[in-house]
């Protein structure tokens, strides 16, 4: 009887022990990759045909990016409904009017400032439908916030006649071409092919097609079965609208990519507006195709190229901190929202970002606290506003999703103490951006130019015989990280690098230079176990090792 019970307290600890260690595991992997409402890489051929094959297409007369003409009509047609309606819709209409105000703000390059005149809801609040009062005095201050605005609303857009003209002379993105490059249009899109659902957010659908059999694009659209658009519905009972809403996003984002222009901001090739499911205009950006970042296969990457993707991330926020509008925040900030590039990392989803900087008191202390689940900045005041709060959020969010699980690790020792300067200085927010960014350059030229090894003494063990023309075409081990996941594939500065690399691996005994360079320069060097198979390989040259 003894030994039944020993044996069952025994089992219950190992439960308990492995019931430990599975959500610790869990926990990681959700900080890494979560973000809600995310679907992705899923096989959606359901949704892939309702997005092509249900859509009465109408091909737009000009390639202009503009707010199209159902959404002003609209815009402007909801202000004569004095009291039409629930106060309930009213909260619709306002959301409306507020989105479409802010696409207006940037599509005339003013960073700063409401349209309407009225404090706008917070855009951290602002997740697309996310509207339900937290108490009735929430709800007063929105029924009074609508009729306040109203009076102002109709002087200011009094007719669909006049919203509509607005549209034309105001409203348009004057711009037939990005950087001389044509804008595609909804002709682009007619005959795509090798359709493929990606995944969807809180707001839309984004597809991968080709064009003209060749240019791989990415397709985005408001999700119409989507988290936001059927809460809309649900408690609105108005697809129309609740899709104008969801609409001003996609808006938004092309606007913000047409004015944002940056090589860490993903390219708008074009857009085209269509009628589908019975809703006139509905608006698809068409936009450069990235891989979506995944963070568990980028930590068994080289040191360099996950340095390469943290010094992109701080060079477009640098961008961001000076940007032509202000300094632009992106309030959802999560890898997620990023897409790598040939290497390059580029932010994707820019419907969230704002440029609104928090307003504060001089008499409130709490008016500039920025929380994250981690810890708590309280920012100074100045002139009514919170100072760098923009920059500080996006600084932090780098740090505590890219700096600490990219920079530091199997980086080269001699850079080692610098990189966790970096990381440490960004976590406590001793640095700024541009302080980041300058010593993230630093880096750059310490690595690129080979300065990172002269601190080195060590002496080589043995010597290598230099064979020209010649591989190893077998031979193979496996080493972390590598370029290739059945060999060892590294990058070296120099011969003297690739022997102390050779050196400091047990099974090594040659390696192979090839004709191939990283993005800093450096040479890809295969290593080997030994000469065994070595062959004439014209324009190879291969080291074997000989001695002890």
């Known amino acids: 009887m003894l030994l039944i019970q020993l044996i069952t307290m025994k089992r219950r600890k190992i439960v308990v022990a492995a019931g430990f260690c599975l959500s610790f595991f869990l926990g990681t992997l959700m900080n890494l990759l979560y973000i809600p409402g995310f679907e992705h890489h899923q096989n959606h051929d359901n949704r892939v045909h309702r997005y092509y094959h249900k859509k009465q297409q109408r091909v737009t007369g000009d390639s202009q990016l503009h707010i199209s003409e159902s959404d002003t009509k609209a815009v402007a047609e909801s202000n004569s409904k004095n009291a039409a309606g629930s106060r309930h819709h009213q909260d619709l209409l306002l959301q409306i009017r507020e989105r479409f105000d802010e ?37 007063i201050k929105v029924i009074e916030r609508t009729d306040n605005q109203q009076t102002h609303f109709q002087n200011r857009l ?44 809180y707001t839309k659908a984004v597809y991968k097609a080709a064009l003209n059999n060749s240019l791989s ?56 507006y269509q009628d589908s499911n019975d809703i ?41 901190a000076h940007s032509p509008l202000g300094s632009v925040t992106l309030l959802d900030f999560r890898p997620r929202q990023f897409v790598l590039v040939a290497g390059e990392l580029k932010v994707t989803d820019l419907d969230d970002a704002s440029t609104e900087e928090a307003p504060c008191s001089l008499s409130s202390t709490s008016d500039c606290v920025m929380e994250f689940p981690a810890r708590n900045f309280t920012l100074p005041c100045s002139r009514g506003h919170c100072l760098g709060i923009n920059e500080k959020r996006n600084l932090y969010n780098a740090y505590r999703f890219f700096f600490t699980y990219l ?77 290739q996941h059945d060999g060892c594939l590294l990058s070296v500065y120099s011969i003297t690098e690739a022997i102390g690399v050779c050196e400091s691996h047990a099974q090594c005994r040659a390696f192979v230079l090839t ?17 065994a198979s070595l062959n004439s390989a014209k324009g190879r040259v291969t080291y074997v090792r000989v001695g002890s």
């Not at 005339?108 to 400032?113: E, N, P, S, T």
């Not at 360079?517 to 000469?531: A, D, E, I, R």
């Open 103 to 139: 696409v207006v703000r940037y599509r005339r390059r003013q960073g700063h400032g409401s349209g309407t005149g009225d404090p706008v809801r917070p855009l951290e609040r602002r997740r697309l439908m996310d509207s339900e009062p937290g108490d009735n005095w929430d709800h």
């Open 158 to 201: 009094s007719s669909s006649t006049y919203m509509q003209t607005k549209s034309r002379e105001d409203l348009t993105m004057n711009s037939r071409s990005i950087n001389s490059t044509p804008m595609l249009d909804c002709s682009s899109i007619d005959n795509v092919t090798n359709i493929q659902y990606l995944g969807s957010g």
């Open 217 to 272: 694009v990415a397709l985005k659209s408001v999700d119409f079965g989507g988290h936001d658009m059927e809460n809309c519905v649900k408690k609105y009972g108005s697809p129309g609208d609740c899709y104008r809403l969801a609409s001003f996003k996609i808006v938004k984002e092309m606007t913000l990519m047409e004015r944002l222009q940056h090589p860490n901001i993903l390219k708008l090739y074009g857009y085209c």
């Open 280 to 320: 006139q205009d509905t608006v698809t950006a068409i936009t450069e195709l990235g891989s979506p970042l995944e963070m568990i296969q980028l930590l068994q990457t080289s040191w360099e190229e996950r340095f390469r993707i943290c010094l992109s991330l701080v060079r477009l926020l640098h961008y961001l």
């Open 407 to 483: 920079l530091p690790h199997s980086a080269p020792p001699t850079l080692r103490p610098l990189l966790d300067k970096i990381v440490n200085s960004t976590g406590e927010l001793i640095w700024g951006i541009d302080e980041t960014l300058l010593q993230l350059e630093e880096v750059l030229h310490l690595y690129r130019n080979g300065l990172y090894l002269q601190n080195s003494t060590q002496t080589h063990r043995a010597d290598y015989k230099r064979v020209v023309d010649a591989s190893i075409p077998g031979e193979n081990y496996r080493c972390w990280p590598s370029y």
């Open 515 to 531: 004709n191939q360079t990283t993005w800093t320069g450096h040479q890809l060097v295969f290593f080997k176990t030994g000469p």
